[in-house]
């Protein structure tokens, strides 16, 4: 048994045992891994879900609409706690019926399907709301010039919905790497659980979870810079300011 | 409704012809009846008061809108209307494509996109649609700029230019796509007074050079000096037709009158 209690800060934080600033880290790792993994994701689902909505037959728009309802209206956890166990329980039935053998679903990968299905929800009405403030003009210029429908949603939608949706993605963004956190309740050691175990093991609940509070502080503050950034760069006004 | 052939049309077939067409929206039934035949090189005012169905005849020419009912025949191709079938679509899609990208539109609002320089809004068709390389692209592009006097601004985005060079900008477009027809939606209304005659001259330009164009236009001055045949469509059915001289002269059709005298009189100061 470690004696944490005689340790000074810097040696309970060292990144090697029995210090725990290692942990932390890897925690943190973690958590941005899946967050990212979740984001990405989730801003494919938002864009195939903002076509869909937008342009998609009655079927699928009632769908996406199911789909967007549902996930927005049941808290964060119980879908969390659903899907993580599940989407492996329903990945693995789908394999058996089609005749494939069972696969062993990480809690990584699990963690970013989680991430993802829940930011899809939310991204796809960010990206509809970005894309029906499109003039209407621009995109029947392309059509007007014998550009297909995906062409014009690949060259002029998506680009063009961008400066509209950088905001409400950016905060999707900030989210993402809060919800992690959630993943904590089914053992996923990323940065909250991690923190809670070093609080837990030295008794010292504040410095941890104070640590903790930091550096998803110090991500959001990146992040909002990084976004912003983008901002500026994809909005044609501020491109040259 | 007959069409006489006018100064500059030439050919015995119309480049369009739009025979009969009806559309409606729901129950509102926004053109009754329009017959319109354009020849090679021959330059049509298509004029009338707001509402009057000159946006919705224009759309439905290179089938943003679909007519309801009547005929159309584009560039030998010829499309009747309504389309047998449960079909959605008039036509295949990839004939769809390749009569559009050979009818060039410049709109009311301009629609260049704000996401690309004024270089890359032009060359974006040629390269994505006609699959011209990058270089020719460009080189088309640059070529077109400077011939609308904008080649200087060829790497601005279209928010940091005057309405009336981001109109100039977007004829350039238009005309990248070495289009048979250009079809033109009240090109000057969106614009200052005074940002009005640089955009009218280029389009004065590509009407010496025999251009085939149907220009929808508030411009009564330069709907005379321009076109060999004006139009006036009224309540969605053609009033009068025929040499400007005789439909701006002294008319029988008093609403033509009424339009002329009231709505946009035909005064030399103008414009
Ligand atoms: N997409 C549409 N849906 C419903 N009504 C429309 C639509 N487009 C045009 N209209 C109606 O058709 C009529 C003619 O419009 P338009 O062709 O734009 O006239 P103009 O260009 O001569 O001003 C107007 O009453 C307008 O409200
Ligand atoms: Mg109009």
């Known amino acids: ?241 | 409704m007959s069409s006489a052939p006018s100064k500059r049309g030439s050919g015995v077939t119309p480049v369009i012809e739009v025979n009969d067409v009806h559309k409606s929206f729901g129950q509102d039934e926004v053109l009754k009846g329009v017959s319109i035949m354009a020849y090679r090189g021959e330059v049509i005012a298509l004029i009338g008061s707001s509402g009057s169905g000159k946006s919705t005849m224009l759309r439905c020419i290179n089938l943003l809108e679909t007519p309801t009912r009547g005929t159309l025949r584009l560039l030998d191709q010829e499309i009747v209307f309504p389309q047998h079938g449960a079909q959605r679509q008039p036509i295949d899609r990839k004939k769809l494509r390749r009569l559009r990208a050979r009818l060039a539109m410049v709109f009311q609002n301009f629609n260049l996109w704000p996401h690309m320089t004024l270089e890359a809004n032009i060359m974006e068709a040629p390269i994505q649609v006609l699959r011209k390389s990058r270089a020719e692209a460009r080189d088309e592009a640059q070529a077109w700029l400077s011939r609308v006097g904008l080649y200087a601004h060829r790497h601005a985005y279209p928010d940091t230019l005057s309405g009336g060079q981001q109109q100039r900008g977007a004829i350039a477009r238009a005309l990248a796509m070495s289009p048979e027809v250009l079809l033109f939606d009240e090109p000057t209304s969106a614009l200052d007074p005074e940002l009005v005659g640089e955009v009218l001259e280029v389009i004065r330009n590509l009407a010496d050079e025999g251009r085939t164009m149907i220009i929808v236009t508030h411009e009564m001055k330069f709907a005379a000096e321009v076109a060999d045949r004006v139009i006036f469509l009224n309540q969605g059915v053609i009033e009068a037709e025929g040499y400007p001289e005789a439909v701006f002269g002294a008319t029988t059709s008093d609403r033509l009158r009424q339009f002329m005298g009231s709505a946009y009189p035909l005064n030399g100061e103008q414009q």
Not at chain 1, 188 to 216: C, D, N, P, W
């Open chain 1, 1 to 241: 048994m470690v004696n944490y209690r005689d340790m000074s800060i810097g040696e309970l934080l060292a990144l090697t045992p029995p210090g725990w600033g290692g942990a932390l880290l890897n925690g943190l790792s973690l958590s941005l891994q899946v967050a990212g993994g979740g984001y990405l994701l989730g801003l494919l689902i938002g864009v195939a879900g903002a076509a869909g909505k937008l342009s998609g037959g009655p079927v699928t728009r009632d769908l996406l609409t199911c789909y967007t309802t549902i996930i927005r209206a049941v808290p964060e956890l119980v879908l969390i706690l659903m899907i993580y166990f599940g989407f492996p329980l329903a990945l693995n039935q789908l394999l058996t019926t089609l005749g494939f053998g069972r696969v062993e679903v990480s809690a990584f990968a699990a963690g970013i399907v989680v991430i993802g299905l829940v930011q899809g929800a939310y991204a796809t009405e960010v990206i509809r709301g970005a894309i029906r403030a499109i003039p209407r003009g621009q995109l029947e210029a392309a059509y007007a010039m014998g550009m297909s429908s995906f062409l014009t949603f690949r060259r002029i939608t998506i680009p063009a919905m961008l400066p509209g949706a950088i905001p409400g993605l950016s905060n999707l963004w900030l989210i993402a790497t809060k919800d992690t956190a959630l993943l904590a309740v089914v053992g996923f050691t990323e940065l909250t659980l991690a923190s809670r175990q070093a609080a837990g093991a030295t008794k010292h609940y504040l410095l941890f979870l104070g640590i903790a509070g930091l550096l998803y502080l110090f991500v959001s503050f990146i992040s909002n810079r990084l976004f912003r950034t983008l901002e500026r760069r994809v909005t044609p006004g501020e491109r040259h300011a």
